[in-house]
């Protein structure tokens, strides 16, 4: 805990990914608030029952499962750690109308969180550069919490995702529209069922708990609806709930986080922090900036503002 004189704190936390997920995390948190509000017992007791997503006693893998390919790993396949560099870029409402006007009409009823995979995946593929016959992936975490019948308990609070992929060659996703990279996440995110999550638990078993594959991959994970936002310690929610920087694990780059913000001007929306190599990141921010620039017809008609887009140089 780092006490600040204007009477606020900032609680820093590190979790183990091999006892809970986010929303583990936050009925934790929510707990802890909850206790150092008065309360005596928690609202929502915890629950272990790990055996709910146990394989099955016939395991069957009944999906592809391409998130656990063995991929040979290369020099030339990897992000050169050396001279990384960070940068949050917010999606407040102007970008996020910007990035749908591009959209053909039947794809613009998709999901925030496709939309910014999609666009993030595709500005930070033509920012890296690999080769355009090389596939590069997008891994994206899916809560299964609801997606079983009857629901996990609430209370549960290890890890219930699955991490589906989606697969293209850097060719095609770099030089077709933004319409081609949403497609890809849209059919990659509904292929997650129950079904799939038991065949994920089914593999583990059968291949002995493989990795999922790094190379030439990148990974988003959407907390904006953990509640982590809403947990109050006593003196109100939190002015911020999200990660203290971009490069978090093992592998710098490899993984991102779309988490709730309110910029300088009090629009809420989207904070996504970012590291990439330097040359990289000035590839990216330039592709950014051309998803989300106004058109021709909001300028001539006065209809389009400023964008708010924010692009720091510290994380935050």
Not at 16 to 25: P, Q, Y
Not at 38 to 62: F, K, M, T, Y
Not at 76 to 104: K, W, Y
Request: aromatic fraction near 10%.
């Amino acid at each position: 805990v780092t006490r600040l004189k204007c009477g606020g704190f900032i609680f820093a936390i590190r979790l183990n990914h091999t006892m809970s997920d986010a929303f583990g995390l936050c009925r934790f948190l929510s707990t802890v608030g909850e206790l150092a509000c008065g309360a005596e017992i928690p609202s929502v007791l915890p629950v272990w029952q790990r055996h709910l997503l146990n394989a099955r006693d016939l395991p069957h893998v009944s999906y592809k499962h391409r998130e656990y390919d063995n991929i040979p790993s290369t020099n030339e396949a990897l992000i050169p750690p050396d001279n990384m560099v960070q940068r949050s870029i917010f999606f407040g409402p102007a970008e996020i109308s910007a990035l749908r006007r591009r959209l053909s009409p039947h794809l613009r009823h998709c999901t925030t969180f496709e939309l910014l995979t999609a666009c993030i995946w595709r500005c930070r593929t033509i920012a890296i550069s690999p080769d355009p016959n090389e596939e590069v992936r997008i891994m994206f975490t899916v809560n299964g919490r609801r997606l079983f019948n009857p629901p996990l308990p609430t209370g549960y609070y290890g890890n219930a995702f699955a991490l589906p992929v989606a697969i293209s060659t850097t060719g095609n996703l770099c030089k077709q529209s933004l319409d081609f990279a949403l497609e890809l996440v849209m059919k990659t995110k509904s292929e997650v069922t129950e079904e799939y999550i038991k065949s994920v638990a089914d593999l583990m078993v059968i291949r002995g708990r493989p990795h999922f594959a790094v190379v030439r991959t990148y990974i988003v994970s959407d907390v904006r609806h953990s509640g982590l936002e809403d947990i109050d310690y006593g003196l109100g929610k939190a002015v911020y709930s999200g990660l203290a920087k971009g490069d978090v694990g093992v592998i710098p780059g490899l993984i991102s986080f779309y988490v709730p913000f309110k910029n300088y001007k009090g629009e809420r929306g989207i904070l996504v922090p970012i590291c990439l190599p330097e040359n990289a990141m000035e590839v990216f921010v330039k592709e950014f900036q051309k998803m989300v620039k106004r058109d021709n017809d909001d300028i001539a008609s006065g209809v389009a503002r400023k964008s708010s887009f924010f692009i720091g140089d510290t994380g935050l």
